[in-house]
Protein backbone atom coordinates (compact mmCIF):
# COMPACT_ATOMS: atom_id res chain seq x y z
CA UNK A 1 0.00 0.00 0.00
CA UNK A 2 3.17 2.78 -0.31
CA UNK A 3 2.85 5.02 -2.36
CA UNK A 4 5.79 5.38 -5.27
CA UNK A 5 8.57 7.85 -3.62
CA UNK A 6 9.27 10.89 -5.41
CA UNK A 7 12.80 12.55 -4.54
CA UNK A 8 12.81 16.56 -5.76
CA UNK A 9 15.20 19.11 -5.35
CA UNK A 10 13.70 21.67 -4.27
CA UNK A 11 11.93 24.25 -7.05
CA UNK A 12 8.80 26.18 -6.88
CA UNK A 13 6.87 23.35 -8.79
CA UNK A 14 8.27 20.68 -5.62
CA UNK A 15 7.10 23.17 -3.41
CA UNK A 16 3.85 22.81 -4.94
CA UNK A 17 3.61 19.37 -5.52
CA UNK A 18 4.81 18.97 -1.30
CA UNK A 19 2.69 20.97 -0.48
CA UNK A 20 -0.37 19.43 -1.86
CA UNK A 21 0.42 15.95 -1.21
CA UNK A 22 0.42 17.32 2.56
CA UNK A 23 -2.51 18.60 2.36
CA UNK A 24 -4.13 15.81 0.29
CA UNK A 25 -2.69 13.37 3.99
CA UNK A 26 0.37 12.09 2.52
CA UNK A 27 4.03 11.86 4.09
CA UNK A 28 6.66 14.33 2.88
CA UNK A 29 10.06 14.26 4.68
CA UNK A 30 11.51 17.94 4.34
CA UNK A 31 15.01 19.45 5.37
CA UNK A 32 15.07 21.33 8.22
CA UNK A 33 18.14 23.06 10.46
CA UNK A 34 18.60 20.44 12.70
CA UNK A 35 17.70 17.02 10.40
CA UNK A 36 15.13 15.68 7.62
CA UNK A 37 11.62 15.91 8.65
CA UNK A 38 8.84 13.17 8.38
CA UNK A 39 5.75 15.55 7.70
CA UNK A 40 1.96 15.11 8.17
CA UNK A 41 -0.96 17.39 8.54
CA UNK A 42 -0.78 18.00 12.13
CA UNK A 43 -4.75 18.17 12.03
CA UNK A 44 -5.25 15.19 10.60
CA UNK A 45 -5.64 11.90 12.49
CA UNK A 46 -5.03 9.38 9.86
CA UNK A 47 -2.04 11.23 8.48
CA UNK A 48 -0.53 11.67 11.71
CA UNK A 49 -0.67 7.76 12.40
CA UNK A 50 0.93 7.18 9.03
CA UNK A 51 4.03 8.67 10.63
CA UNK A 52 3.66 5.78 13.55
CA UNK A 53 3.21 3.24 10.75
CA UNK A 54 6.63 4.94 9.02
CA UNK A 55 8.61 5.05 11.13
CA UNK A 56 7.63 1.53 13.38
CA UNK A 57 7.63 3.18 16.34
CA UNK A 58 6.34 0.83 19.44
CA UNK A 59 4.89 3.48 21.45
CA UNK A 60 3.62 6.60 20.53
CA UNK A 61 5.12 9.66 21.89
CA UNK A 62 3.91 13.26 21.53
CA UNK A 63 4.89 15.05 18.07
CA UNK A 64 6.38 18.69 17.87
CA UNK A 65 4.01 20.93 15.41
CA UNK A 66 6.07 22.97 12.93
CA UNK A 67 4.56 26.41 11.83
CA UNK A 68 6.04 29.36 9.46
CA UNK A 69 5.98 32.49 12.29
CA UNK A 70 5.36 32.72 15.89
CA UNK A 71 1.61 33.75 14.94
CA UNK A 72 1.31 30.67 13.41
CA UNK A 73 1.49 28.39 16.39
CA UNK A 74 0.16 30.90 18.29
CA UNK A 75 -3.23 29.73 16.60
CA UNK A 76 -2.58 26.13 18.63
CA UNK A 77 -0.75 26.78 21.45
CA UNK A 78 -1.03 29.72 24.62
CA UNK A 79 2.25 31.96 24.44
CA UNK A 80 2.92 33.42 27.87
CA UNK A 81 5.31 36.29 28.27
CA UNK A 82 8.44 33.67 28.98
CA UNK A 83 7.13 31.80 25.31
CA UNK A 84 7.29 35.54 23.55
CA UNK A 85 10.55 36.16 25.26
CA UNK A 86 12.21 32.72 23.69
CA UNK A 87 10.20 32.78 20.55
CA UNK A 88 11.85 36.31 20.04
CA UNK A 89 15.12 35.46 21.17
CA UNK A 90 15.49 32.06 18.93
CA UNK A 91 12.48 31.83 15.96
CA UNK A 92 12.94 30.54 13.85
CA UNK A 93 15.78 27.58 15.36
CA UNK A 94 16.38 24.97 16.92
CA UNK A 95 13.59 25.56 20.38
CA UNK A 96 10.74 23.69 20.88
CA UNK A 97 8.75 25.60 23.28
CA UNK A 98 6.02 23.09 25.45
CA UNK A 99 2.65 25.23 25.99
CA UNK A 100 -0.77 25.10 26.96
CA UNK A 101 -2.60 23.51 23.64
CA UNK A 102 -5.61 26.25 22.83
CA UNK A 103 -9.09 25.03 23.39
CA UNK A 104 -9.95 25.83 19.72
CA UNK A 105 -6.43 23.91 18.25
CA UNK A 106 -7.48 21.60 15.03
CA UNK A 107 -4.06 19.58 16.20
CA UNK A 108 -5.00 16.08 16.12
CA UNK A 109 -5.01 14.18 19.63
CA UNK A 110 -2.69 11.74 18.75
CA UNK A 111 -0.33 14.31 17.77
CA UNK A 112 -0.19 15.94 20.83
CA UNK A 113 -0.53 11.89 22.88
CA UNK A 114 -3.71 12.66 24.20
CA UNK A 115 -1.79 15.85 25.89
CA UNK A 116 -3.52 19.11 26.89
CA UNK A 117 -0.33 20.83 25.85
CA UNK A 118 1.49 21.02 22.53
CA UNK A 119 4.83 21.29 21.10
CA UNK A 120 5.44 24.40 18.64
CA UNK A 121 8.52 24.89 16.70
CA UNK A 122 9.77 27.48 13.53
CA UNK A 123 12.72 26.39 11.96
CA UNK A 124 15.04 28.08 10.52
CA UNK A 125 15.55 26.35 7.34
CA UNK A 126 14.40 28.74 4.12
CA UNK A 127 12.87 25.91 2.34
CA UNK A 128 10.97 24.25 5.83
CA UNK A 129 9.36 27.48 6.61
CA UNK A 130 8.16 27.78 2.67
CA UNK A 131 7.16 24.90 2.69
CA UNK A 132 4.71 26.17 6.14
CA UNK A 133 3.40 28.75 4.37
CA UNK A 134 2.36 26.76 1.80
CA UNK A 135 0.85 24.07 3.23
CA UNK A 136 -1.39 27.00 5.71
CA UNK A 137 -1.21 24.09 8.26
CA UNK A 138 0.42 22.83 11.25
CA UNK A 139 2.91 19.89 10.18
CA UNK A 140 3.71 17.30 12.52
CA UNK A 141 7.26 16.60 11.71
CA UNK A 142 9.83 13.79 13.89
CA UNK A 143 12.95 12.84 12.52
CA UNK A 144 12.70 11.02 9.34
CA UNK A 145 14.28 7.57 9.95
CA UNK A 146 13.04 4.07 11.24
CA UNK A 147 12.99 3.97 14.64
CA UNK A 148 16.31 3.13 16.16
CA UNK A 149 18.11 4.70 13.18
CA UNK A 150 20.54 7.69 12.49
CA UNK A 151 18.93 10.99 12.37
CA UNK A 152 18.90 11.54 8.32
CA UNK A 153 20.67 14.54 7.11
CA UNK A 154 20.73 13.59 3.70
CA UNK A 155 17.76 12.85 1.00
CA UNK A 156 19.34 9.28 0.86
CA UNK A 157 19.26 9.09 4.43
CA UNK A 158 15.74 9.67 4.38
CA UNK A 159 15.49 7.12 1.08
CA UNK A 160 17.66 4.35 2.43
CA UNK A 161 15.63 4.36 6.04
CA UNK A 162 11.70 5.31 4.85
CA UNK A 163 11.86 4.86 0.89
CA UNK A 164 9.40 2.34 1.11
CA UNK A 165 6.95 4.38 3.21
CA UNK A 166 6.30 8.28 2.07
CA UNK A 167 5.10 9.39 -0.46
CA UNK A 168 7.79 12.13 -1.38
CA UNK A 169 11.54 13.60 -0.66
CA UNK A 170 11.89 17.27 -0.83
CA UNK A 171 15.36 17.36 -1.68
CA UNK A 172 17.05 20.43 -0.25
CA UNK A 173 21.13 18.93 0.38
CA UNK A 174 23.04 18.29 3.41
CA UNK A 175 21.24 19.31 6.55
CA UNK A 176 23.34 21.93 8.95
CA UNK A 177 23.56 20.85 12.57
CA UNK A 178 22.20 17.49 12.46
CA UNK A 179 21.88 18.23 16.21
CA UNK A 180 17.52 17.88 17.30
CA UNK A 181 15.72 21.29 18.64
CA UNK A 182 15.99 22.05 21.96
CA UNK A 183 12.69 21.71 24.04
CA UNK A 184 11.63 23.85 26.86
CA UNK A 185 8.58 22.87 28.68
CA UNK A 186 6.38 26.34 30.06
CA UNK A 187 3.47 24.30 31.19
CA UNK A 188 4.44 25.78 34.44
CA UNK A 189 6.03 28.49 36.70
CA UNK A 190 8.81 26.43 36.50
CA UNK A 191 11.15 26.46 32.98
CA UNK A 192 12.05 22.79 32.45
CA UNK A 193 14.60 21.36 29.54
CA UNK A 194 12.93 18.10 28.69
CA UNK A 195 15.78 17.74 25.95
CA UNK A 196 18.91 19.69 25.51
CA UNK A 197 19.97 20.10 21.76
CA UNK A 198 20.49 23.01 19.10
CA UNK A 199 19.81 25.83 22.27
CA UNK A 200 21.77 25.51 25.10
CA UNK A 201 20.26 25.90 28.54
CA UNK A 202 22.51 29.03 29.47
CA UNK A 203 21.07 30.38 26.58
CA UNK A 204 17.70 30.18 27.78
CA UNK A 205 18.52 30.92 31.12
CA UNK A 206 20.45 34.36 30.09
CA UNK A 207 17.12 35.36 27.86
CA UNK A 208 14.63 34.79 30.59
CA UNK A 209 16.98 35.40 34.07
CA UNK A 210 16.02 32.72 35.76
CA UNK A 211 16.74 29.16 36.63
CA UNK A 212 16.21 26.58 33.95
CA UNK A 213 15.92 22.99 35.32
CA UNK A 214 16.72 19.57 33.49
CA UNK A 215 14.18 17.41 33.43
CA UNK A 216 16.40 14.09 34.07
CA UNK A 217 18.70 15.14 36.34
CA UNK A 218 17.92 18.27 38.75
CA UNK A 219 16.56 17.42 42.12
CA UNK A 220 14.81 20.82 41.98
CA UNK A 221 12.53 19.77 38.80
CA UNK A 222 9.05 18.01 39.71
CA UNK A 223 9.04 14.32 40.53
CA UNK A 224 9.56 12.31 36.95
CA UNK A 225 8.70 15.06 34.71
CA UNK A 226 8.42 12.63 31.67
CA UNK A 227 6.20 10.86 33.11
CA UNK A 228 3.81 13.72 34.43
CA UNK A 229 3.89 15.57 31.04
CA UNK A 230 4.21 12.89 28.39
CA UNK A 231 1.64 10.15 29.44
CA UNK A 232 -1.50 11.09 29.15
CA UNK A 233 -4.10 8.83 30.98
CA UNK A 234 -7.92 9.14 31.55
CA UNK A 235 -9.49 9.44 35.03
CA UNK A 236 -11.38 6.30 34.72
CA UNK A 237 -9.88 3.36 35.61
CA UNK A 238 -8.85 1.04 32.38
CA UNK A 239 -9.01 -2.33 31.78
CA UNK A 240 -7.06 -4.19 28.83
CA UNK A 241 -8.28 -7.29 26.85
CA UNK A 242 -11.90 -7.11 27.72
CA UNK A 243 -13.49 -9.90 26.14
CA UNK A 244 -16.43 -9.61 28.20
CA UNK A 245 -18.36 -7.41 30.31
CA UNK A 246 -18.37 -8.04 34.37
CA UNK A 247 -20.71 -5.34 35.90
CA UNK A 248 -20.12 -6.96 39.47
CA UNK A 249 -16.39 -7.31 38.80
CA UNK A 250 -16.00 -3.46 36.44
CA UNK A 251 -19.09 -1.97 37.13
CA UNK A 252 -20.65 -0.22 34.04
CA UNK A 253 -18.40 0.14 31.26
CA UNK A 254 -17.58 1.97 28.24
CA UNK A 255 -15.96 -0.18 25.62
CA UNK A 256 -13.63 0.97 22.98
CA UNK A 257 -14.30 -1.78 20.44
CA UNK A 258 -11.58 -3.45 17.40
CA UNK A 259 -12.94 -5.54 15.02
CA UNK A 260 -15.00 -8.57 15.86
CA UNK A 261 -14.73 -7.80 19.72
CA UNK A 262 -17.98 -8.87 21.51
CA UNK A 263 -19.89 -5.86 22.14
CA UNK A 264 -23.09 -6.71 23.94
CA UNK A 265 -23.84 -5.91 27.42
CA UNK A 266 -21.39 -2.81 27.81
CA UNK A 267 -22.87 -0.06 28.96
CA UNK A 268 -21.72 2.21 25.43
CA UNK A 269 -19.42 1.29 22.48
CA UNK A 270 -17.00 3.45 20.90
CA UNK A 271 -15.46 2.33 17.63
CA UNK A 272 -11.38 2.32 17.50
CA UNK A 273 -12.07 0.36 14.30
CA UNK A 274 -14.80 -1.94 12.97
CA UNK A 275 -12.70 -3.28 10.39
CA UNK A 276 -10.08 -4.62 12.57
CA UNK A 277 -7.20 -1.85 11.39
CA UNK A 278 -4.56 -1.10 13.11
CA UNK A 279 -3.66 2.40 11.58
CA UNK A 280 -7.37 3.24 11.73
CA UNK A 281 -7.34 2.36 15.56
CA UNK A 282 -4.48 4.21 16.27
CA UNK A 283 -5.61 7.51 14.50
CA UNK A 284 -9.29 7.19 16.91
CA UNK A 285 -6.84 6.23 20.30
CA UNK A 286 -6.42 9.49 22.23
CA UNK A 287 -9.79 10.93 20.44
CA UNK A 288 -11.95 8.38 21.61
CA UNK A 289 -10.26 8.07 25.06
CA UNK A 290 -10.73 11.10 25.95
CA UNK A 291 -14.52 10.62 24.62
CA UNK A 292 -14.35 7.93 26.64
CA UNK A 293 -13.47 9.34 30.32
CA UNK A 294 -16.69 10.49 31.55
CA UNK A 295 -17.59 10.21 35.42
CA UNK A 296 -20.76 8.47 34.60
CA UNK A 297 -18.92 4.90 33.63
CA UNK A 298 -17.10 3.19 36.36
CA UNK A 299 -14.69 2.13 33.49
CA UNK A 300 -13.24 1.89 30.48
CA UNK A 301 -12.70 -1.54 28.74
CA UNK A 302 -10.26 -2.10 25.79
CA UNK A 303 -11.26 -5.01 23.42
CA UNK A 304 -8.16 -7.35 22.34
CA UNK A 305 -6.19 -5.90 19.79
CA UNK A 306 -3.35 -7.69 18.40
CA UNK A 307 0.54 -7.16 19.06
CA UNK A 308 1.19 -6.46 15.19
CA UNK A 309 2.08 -3.46 13.39
CA UNK A 310 0.67 -0.42 15.17
CA UNK A 311 -1.30 -2.24 17.29
CA UNK A 312 1.90 -3.10 19.46
CA UNK A 313 2.18 1.11 19.98
CA UNK A 314 -1.83 1.17 20.92
CA UNK A 315 -1.06 -1.39 23.89
CA UNK A 316 2.00 -0.08 24.73
CA UNK A 317 0.16 3.26 25.55
CA UNK A 318 -3.08 1.28 27.11
CA UNK A 319 -1.17 -0.56 29.16
CA UNK A 320 0.42 2.69 30.70
CA UNK A 321 -3.16 3.98 31.02
CA UNK A 322 -4.28 1.04 32.66
CA UNK A 323 -0.83 1.21 35.71
CA UNK A 324 -1.33 2.28 38.76
CA UNK A 325 -1.85 6.61 38.60
CA UNK A 326 0.20 7.84 41.77
CA UNK A 327 2.52 9.60 38.77
CA UNK A 328 0.04 10.97 36.50
CA UNK A 329 -1.44 14.07 36.66
CA UNK A 330 -4.85 15.34 37.59
CA UNK A 331 -6.03 17.24 34.79
P1 LIG B 1 11.04 14.39 18.14
O1 LIG B 1 9.69 14.53 17.48
O2 LIG B 1 11.59 12.99 18.00
O3 LIG B 1 11.98 15.46 17.73
O4 LIG B 1 10.80 14.55 19.70
C1 LIG B 1 9.80 15.37 20.21
C2 LIG B 1 10.17 15.78 21.61
O5 LIG B 1 9.27 16.76 22.11
C3 LIG B 1 10.13 14.62 22.60
O6 LIG B 1 11.15 14.79 23.54
C4 LIG B 1 8.74 14.79 23.21
O7 LIG B 1 8.62 14.16 24.46
C5 LIG B 1 8.62 16.30 23.29
N1 LIG B 1 7.21 16.73 23.22
C6 LIG B 1 6.48 16.88 22.12
N2 LIG B 1 5.22 17.27 22.42
C7 LIG B 1 5.16 17.37 23.76
C8 LIG B 1 4.14 17.71 24.68
N3 LIG B 1 2.90 18.05 24.28
N4 LIG B 1 4.44 17.70 25.99
C9 LIG B 1 5.68 17.34 26.40
N5 LIG B 1 6.69 17.00 25.59
C10 LIG B 1 6.44 17.01 24.28
MG1 LIG C 1 14.40 11.21 16.33
Known sequence: MSPALTIRPYSEGALTQAAAKLRAGELVAFPTETVYGLGADATNDDAVAGIFAAKQRPSFNPLISHFPDRDAAARHAIFDARADKLAA???????????PKRDDSTVSHLTTAGLPSIAVRVPAHDMARALLRAVGRPIAAPSANRSGRISPTTAAHVAASLGNAIGMILDGGPCGVG????????TTDQVVMLRPGGITRDQVAQVLGCDVVMAETDDNAPKSPG????????????????????????GHEILLAFGDCVTKGFDKVLWL???????EAAANLFAKLHEADQPRFDGIAIAPIPDTGLGLAIND??????????LHPTP
Not at 89 to 99: K, N
Open 227 to 250: MLTSHYAPGLPVRLNADAPDQKKY
Open 179 to 186: LESTVIDL
Open 89 to 99: AFWPGALTLVL
Open 273 to 279: SKTGDDR
Open 317 to 326: RMKRASAPRA
